[in-house]
T-cell receptor, first 114, second 117 residues
Framework: AQSVSQHNHHVILSEAASLELGCNYS??????LFWYVQYPGQHLQLLLK??????LVKGIKGFEAEFIKSKFSFNLRKPSVQWSDTAEYFC????????????FGKGTHLIIQP | DTGVSQDPRHKITKRGQNVTFRCDPI?????LYWYRQTLGQGPEFLTY????????KSRLLSDRFSAERPKGSFSTLEIQRTEQGDSAMYLC???????????????FGPGTRLTVL
């Protein structure tokens, strides 16, 4: 069975600070990895995804994530956060090229203080 | 709006009543997913369809839950004899293989928030 662990449930940062949100997964096969974001009052949106190839993937709004297979990790990073990055962030794992149901972590609530 | 739409957005019902939610996927998306999200948790997978065929059901989907996608377009999720523990946000997502690749990207709708009194 797949599982996803997000270590930080609440993170508070000041604008321009660097961000790293941890995500570890458990799955024995070929995984597809995702980060979704949910801004206040909005629905889930895909930030970035990893299927294969370069383990460093870049997403929208300056976010990136690195897939480290040996550590079963897919941490999300952004060098300089903005107030508008305040949101809930979810890491998810899937299989079958993302065609199957995804397994999500519990989420990290990120608050950026101006 | 060409995104995934869900109706209703909010539903309040009394325990024991039946409720039905509708999801309209992005046009031509052949896969449709249902998830449930409770407060402080990430979405939990319930079931998914490829066209009209229901391919997988989570063990979370008890006998009181049933989902259909009769014509391979919109889908309905029905909960019979609702319980207070069914209170949650019910999310729908759809996907289609990326051009020339066997990989999918799921697009989520706004959800239906169910409150069972």
């Amino acid at each position: 069975a797949q599982s996803v662990s997000q270590h930080n449930h609440h993170v508070i940062l000041s604008e321009a600070a660097s961000l790293e949100l941890g995500c570890n997964y458990s799955y024995g096969g070929t995984v597809n990895l995702f980060w979704y974001v949910q801004y206040p009052g909005q629905h889930l949106q895909l930030l970035l995804k990893y299927f294969s190839g370069d383990p460093l993937v870049k997403g929208i709004k300056g976010f990136e994530a690195e897939f480290i297979k040996s550590k079963f990790s897919f941490n999300l990073r952004k060098p300089s956060v903005q107030w508008s990055d305040t949101a809930e962030y979810f890491c998810a794992v899937g299989s079958g090229g993302g065609a199957d149901g995804l397994t999500f972590g519990k989420g990290t609530h990120l608050i950026i203080q101006p | 709006d060409t995104g995934v739409s869900q109706d209703p957005r909010h539903k309040i019902t009394k325990r024991g009543q039946n409720v039905t939610f509708r999801c309209d996927p992005i046009s031509e998306h052949n896969r449709l997913y249902w998830y449930r999200q409770t407060l402080g948790q990430g979405p939990e997978f319930l079931t998914y369809f490829q066209n009209e065929a229901q391919l997988e059901k989570s063990r979370l989907l008890s006998d009181r839950f049933s989902a259909e996608r009769p014509k391979g377009s919109f889908s309905t999720l029905e909960i019979q004899r609702t319980e207070q523990g069914d209170s949650a946000m019910y999310l729908c997502a759809s996907s289609h293989p990326l051009t020339g690749r066997a990989v999918y990207e799921q697009f989520f709708g706004p959800g239906t928030r169910l409150t069972v009194l």
